[in-house]
């Protein structure tokens, strides 16, 4: 069963510093409040959801339906509306704000946003491919992918072959990134490492789906702070 996510938007990089002396890369992410539009009954669609809306937009853009939708919700308009699906409505209603207290006890996430777009690339950056010699017996294919059909038969290119093509700009979700800290005045989160996009992407977090046991930075520093307290005998 999904948890509920919020939407971001990836500011930068910067780097957070432990009392041991650790430097660990982070990026901030600054989160929207999101808005409760709508919840969803189970004897309407066969399932429990919430729907939530985020980010500001002008009533001129919005579509006649959408005017109406709004309007009967009472709410202000959305630029965009995301459904979660929950086991219970008991803790959700209509008109309720949702901020970083989504992750409140949360340690891990999951990260989906777009990568960056590199445009056209050859086969070699795009897959990794080593190219053709770059010694004698090759003209000018030192950087081509090399053969992609066969005979007569079947005689044609298959679908998905690895080629040169557009690289990047693709949907990709990261897993169990740690927070590292969240400052709930600035609305801002930072997340241990790097995540997928440019600057000024679109972040959805959400509550990380696998059940994982690995420690935090601060429970691996309190590990190595209770290790350096016992006697030398006794670790032994």
């Given at each position: 069963?999904s948890?509920?996510?919020?939407?971001?938007?990836?500011?930068?990089?910067?780097?957070?510093?432990?009392?041991?002396?650790?430097?660990?890369?982070?990026t901030?992410?600054?989160?929207?409040?999101?808005?409760?539009?709508?919840?969803?009954?189970?004897?309407?669609?066969?399932?429990?959801?919430?729907?939530?809306?985020?980010g500001?937009?002008?009533?001129?853009?919005?579509?006649?339906?959408?005017?109406?939708?709004?309007?009967?919700?009472?709410?202000?308009?959305?630029?965009?509306?995301?459904?979660?699906?929950?086991?219970?409505?008991?803790?959700?209603?209509?008109?309720?704000?949702?901020?970083?207290?989504?992750?409140?006890?949360?340690?891990?996430?999951?990260?989906?946003?777009?990568?960056?777009?590199?445009?056209?690339?050859?086969?070699?950056?795009?897959?990794?491919?080593?190219?053709?010699?770059?010694?004698?017996?090759?003209?000018?294919?030192?950087?081509a992918?090399?053969?992609?059909?066969?005979?007569?038969d079947?005689?044609?290119?298959?679908?998905?072959?690895?080629?040169?093509?557009?690289?990047?700009?693709?949907?990709?979700?990261?897993?169990n990134?740690?927070?590292v800290?969240?400052?709930?005045?600035?609305?801002?989160?930072?997340?241990?490492?790097?995540?997928?996009?440019?600057?000024?992407?679109?972040?959805?977090?959400?509550?990380?789906?696998?059940?994982?046991?690995?420690?935090?930075?601060?429970?691996?520093?309190?590990?190595?702070e209770?290790?350096?307290?016992?006697p030398?005998?006794k670790?032994?």
């Amino acid at each position: 069963m999904s948890e509920i996510a919020l939407i971001g938007k990836k500011i930068g990089m910067t780097r957070e510093f432990y009392k041991t002396g650790q430097s660990v890369p982070v990026t901030v992410v600054k989160m929207e409040k999101g808005r409760i539009i709508d919840l969803v009954q189970e004897d309407k669609r066969g399932y429990k959801a919430v729907q939530v809306g985020f980010g500001k937009i002008k009533n001129s853009k919005l579509s006649k339906s959408m005017k109406g939708y709004f309007t009967k919700k009472n709410t202000e308009p959305k630029r965009k509306l995301k459904e979660f699906r929950v086991d219970s409505l008991d803790n959700y209603k209509e008109g309720n704000e949702l901020g970083l207290e989504v992750f409140k006890d949360v340690k891990f996430v999951d990260i989906k946003s777009t990568t960056i777009g590199k445009g056209f690339a050859g086969a070699m950056k795009r897959h990794n491919f080593s190219g053709l010699r770059a010694s004698h017996g090759v003209s000018i294919s030192h950087r081509a992918h090399g053969s992609t059909g066969q005979n007569q038969d079947p005689g044609k290119v298959f679908k998905n072959k690895k080629m040169a093509g557009h690289m990047g700009n693709k949907v990709r979700t990261m897993q169990n990134i740690e927070i590292v800290k969240s400052d709930n005045e600035n609305n801002l989160l930072y997340l241990k490492g790097s995540i997928p996009g440019s600057k000024n992407t679109e972040v959805l977090v959400k509550k990380s789906a696998k059940n994982i046991k690995k420690l935090t930075m601060d429970e691996k520093i309190a590990e190595i702070e209770r290790i350096k307290k016992i006697p030398d005998k006794k670790k032994k």
